[in-house]
C-alpha cells in the first residue's frame, strides 16, 4: 500500500478554478491507477476522476467532464486534479485513492472497493 495526502482545497468564488494534489508518501505509485472522489454533507460518496498507472487513460463522471482534468507524473510520485469552471454543486470533500487491480473501464474506477489507499480528503468550498 501507498500512504497519499491530499492538498490544494480552500474556498474559490463560482467560475474558479482549484489545482488539487495527491502526494505519495515513502511508496512509489508507478504501479498503481488512481481515483479522485468527492462526499459533500449528508450525502455519498461518489467518483469524479480516474487515471490508469502510465496516464495513457483518463476517466471521468459526467458531471464534471469538460471541466476537470485528471494527471500524474510518476516521477514526482504525484496524482493532480485541474478544477476550473467550478459550481457550488462541487462543494465536498475530496479523496485521493490508488489501487493496483483495477481494470481498464469506468466501472472499475467507479467501484470504491477496488482501491487499497485512501487519502485523508480536502475540502473544496464554491460559494459567493
Known amino acids: 500500500q501507498v500512504q497519499l495526502v491530499e492538498s490544494g482545497g480552500g474556498l474559490v468564488l463560482p467560475g474558479g478554478s482549484l489545482r488539487l494534489s495527491c502526494v505519495s508518501s515513502?511508496?512509489?505509485?508507478?504501479?498503481?491507477?488512481m481515483g479522485w472522489f468527492r462526499q459533500a454533507p449528508g450525502k455519498e460518496r461518489q467518483f469524479v476522476a480516474g487515471?490508469?498507472?502510465?496516464?495513457?487513460?483518463?476517466y471521468y463522471a459526467d458531471s464534471v467532464k469538460g471541466r476537470f482534468t485528471i494527471s500524474r507524473d510518476n516521477a514526482k510520485n504525484t496524482v493532480s486534479l485541474q478544477m476550473n469552471s467550478m459550481k457550488p454543486e462541487d462543494t465536498a470533500v475530496y479523496y485521493c485513492?490508488?489501487?493496483?487491480?483495477?481494470?481498464?473501464?469506468?466501472?472499475?474506477?467507479?467501484?470504491?472497493?477496488?482501491?487499497?489507499?485512501w487519502g485523508q480528503g480536502t475540502q473544496v468550498t464554491v460559494s459567493s
Open positions: 485513492a490508488g489501487g493496483r487491480y483495477l481494470g481498464p473501464a469506468l466501472p472499475s474506477f467507479q467501484d470504491q472497493r477496488r482501491y487499497e489507499s
Open positions: 515513502g511508496r512509489t505509485i508507478s504501479s498503481y491507477a
Open positions: 487515471i490508469n498507472w502510465s496516464g495513457g487513460s483518463t
